[in-house]
């Protein structure tokens, strides 16, 4: 199974800063990756699939890049409403794994 | 209205089955692959398995595979998860999800586009 490792865990961060979230396959993924945000109590939203490509509707101070193995996503402009978890996700092969999650935490 | 509702959960002892439902409605249900997703309370997701359009290709995590198995009734626009031999380890919610095209479970650019509201499920004695 591929394994997707994501850093940092966690991080702190104020409005306005911007953010980076990096995600690494165990091998490589092409471009087969997705980015998704989840807010306590809610189900997840995906924000970004293959890797770029921003969603209907996600605002776009988010953006994605990367293949291979290493991947990153960004918000160039951090709001109140993104405080949040986000995971990335491999859909190179089954069983599609998440990464373990970055918690975005207020400053 | 994209809608993915599931039903079927509850407290379970272990070893006992259950089965998870997922109705699917406002889009074309056979046109879609589709997943259930699993998360521990406060911890992660898992990707647990996935499902074709067709049922023609089925994946599943290393830590269910042998005990769950995913189906889809396209008719009846509706996914399931039947769970087998269930442990204390399974205890979740449990989401429902459309994928975002008909790919099959490899090389797929889209992720899972719609979930539902998630779906308690207990293991315990």
């Known amino acids: 199974d591929i394994q997707m490792t994501q850093s940092p865990s966690s991080l702190s961060a104020s409005v306005g800063d911007r953010v980076t979230i990096t995600c690494r396959a165990s091998?490589?993924?092409?471009?087969?990756l997705n980015w998704y945000q989840q807010k306590p109590g809610k189900a997840p939203n995906l924000l970004i699939s293959?890797?770029?490509s921003l969603q209907s509707g996600v605002p776009s101070r988010f953006s994605g890049s990367g293949s291979g193995t290493d991947f990153t996503l960004t918000i160039s402009s951090l709001q109140p409403e993104d405080f949040a978890t986000y995971y990335c996700?491999?859909?190179?092969?089954?069983?599609?794994?998440f990464g373990q999650g970055t918690r975005v935490e207020i400053k | 209205e994209v809608q993915v509702v599931e039903s079927g959960g509850g407290l379970v002892q272990p070893g006992r089955s259950l089965r998870l439902s997922c109705t699917a409605s406002?889009?074309?249900?056979?046109?879609?692959?589709m997943h259930w997703v699993r998360q521990v309370p406060g911890k992660g997701l898992e990707w647990v398995s996935g499902?074709?359009?067709?049922?023609?290709?089925?994946g599943y995590a290393d830590s269910v595979k042998g005990r769950f198995t995913i189906s889809r009734d396209n008719a009846k626009n509706s996914l399931y998860l039947q769970m087998d031999s269930l442990r204390p380890e399974d205890t979740a919610f449990y989401y429902c999800?459309?994928?975002?095209?008909?790919?099959?479970?490899?090389?797929?650019?889209?992720?899972?586009?719609?979930w539902g509201q998630g779906n308690l499920v207990t293991v315990s004695s």
């Open positions: 999800g459309k994928d975002g095209s008909a790919c099959s479970l490899d090389s797929c650019y889209s992720g899972i586009e719609f």
């Open positions: 293959g890797p770029s």
């Open positions: 406002g889009f074309r249900f056979d046109a879609y692959a």
């Open positions: 996700q491999q859909t190179y092969s089954a069983p599609r794994t």
């Open positions: 499902i074709s359009w067709n049922s023609g290709n089925i």
């Open positions: 091998q490589s993924i092409g471009s087969y």
